[in-house]
């Protein structure tokens, strides 16, 4: 694990201002200015205004969207960085996702009922969402493929705060396509993160404070673990058949074939952000600026310290993390030779008994 580049923001942002995809990377700082990044090199290709630095950004393919904290929703070319589009009048809405050509916006804290916006032209869309309980708190909506493997994401995912069931909306129409009871209602922090997703497709959450759950659209809902204690409001971790858990005193692993688990306590304990997949393992932010990457087998392969505290690890899927705090961005190289000497060495994967 090796540090790349970083830059500084000059400012402290909202931990939702940036966003990254496979070769692509856009930050917001210097209280106006949204910037697209070479994510390998840290070198701007454009910048645009915006209204401020505190909104939301999200990358969707050929365009970046940015919501601002006044409530104006910005569409970018991702190439060029030319304004699109620009839609007024959506202040506190704060969510945004992506799905197909639709985005939906709303349901952080109950302040503002789930909305759609066509990509096109930036148009609110009539919705025939589920009526949901007055002032009840949404988790961020994830886009998720109803279909074949290969396919594009045509629905997203939601989960209130007080009721114990999933449901999956129709990106097009809005409507409910399926419902999936559950023993508690899902849990996640004010960021509203509560949904992690695996190669494989598997939607992974917590239900209550110890239950770990997955979700594949087309099978149904299951239980992965039960945990004996209570669990930080963070999405869980799935990489194949290896479950990794956050928490404050440390992480705890588990090989859900066996059911064996590993405890990994020689970390810094305090605050920790959550984790993120990489080559070989799990890249996790604890205690502000320390970073670790754990094997499977609970080995700590690497540790780095930060000049600045992480609020939060950004994947660009590859071998690129970038960590984003305190008005301060590290891109980190976790290369696929730490990869190659794991296997060598034994480490990973872990050999089976």
């Not at 699109?84 to 109950?110: C, D, E, Q």
């Not at 309980?133 to 109803?146: E, F, K, Q, T």
């Not at 799935?238 to 405890?263: C, K, M, P, S």
């Not at 670790?292 to 700590?300: D, E, N, Q, R, Y």
Request: proline share 8%.
């Amino acid at each position: 694990m090796t540090v790349r580049w970083s830059r500084l923001l000059h400012l402290r942002a909202s931990e939702s201002t940036s966003a990254a995809a496979p070769g692509a990377l856009v930050v917001a700082e210097r209280h106006s200015r949204l910037v697209r990044l070479n994510p390998g090199t840290g070198t701007p290709l454009w910048e645009q205004g915006v209204e401020d630095c505190w909104g939301t950004s999200v990358i969707a393919g050929e365009r970046c969207l940015y919501l601002s904290q006044a409530g104006v929703l910005n569409c970018f070319d991702m190439h060029s960085g030319q304004r699109s589009w620009s839609t007024p009048n959506l202040s506190l809405h704060r969510y945004l996702s992506v799905s197909g050509s639709i985005a939906f916006l709303g349901g952080w804290r109950g302040y503002r009922p789930l909305i759609r916006v066509d990509l096109d032209n930036g148009e609110p869309l009539p919705g025939q969402f589920p009526k949901l309980a007055a002032g009840s708190s949404l988790a961020w909506p994830l886009p998720v493929r109803s279909g074949l493997e290969r396919s594009p994401a045509d629905a997203v995912l939601i989960a209130t705060a007080n009721e114990a069931a999933l449901l999956l909306l129709d990106a097009r129409t809005g409507a409910a396509r399926s419902e999936w009871a559950l023993p508690e209602p899902v849990c996640f922090p004010d960021s509203g993160l509560a949904f992690n997703v695996d190669d494989d497709g598997r939607v992974v959450f917590l239900s209550g404070r110890r239950t770990v759950m997955a979700l594949s659209p087309g099978s149904g809902v299951e239980v992965l673990w039960q945990h004996d204690r209570d669990l930080p409001p963070l999405p869980p971790i799935l990489t194949g058949r290896t479950l990794w858990l956050a928490e404050d005193t440390g992480v705890t692993i588990i090989d859900l074939d066996r059911g064996a688990r590993t405890e990994v306590v020689d970390l810094p304990h305090g605050a920790t952000c959550g984790g993120v997949p990489v080559p070989g393992g799990a890249l996790f932010a604890r205690s502000g600026n320390h970073l670790v990457v754990l094997t499977p087998g609970g080995v700590i392969a690497a540790r780095m310290r930060l000049p600045a505290p992480t609020d939060r690890l950004l994947s660009d899927g590859r071998t690129l993390v970038h960590a984003m705090g305190k008005g301060h961005l590290t891109t980190l190289d976790i290369s696929t030779k730490l990869t190659r000497s794991l296997v060598a060495d034994g480490i990973w994967p872990r050999p089976t008994q």
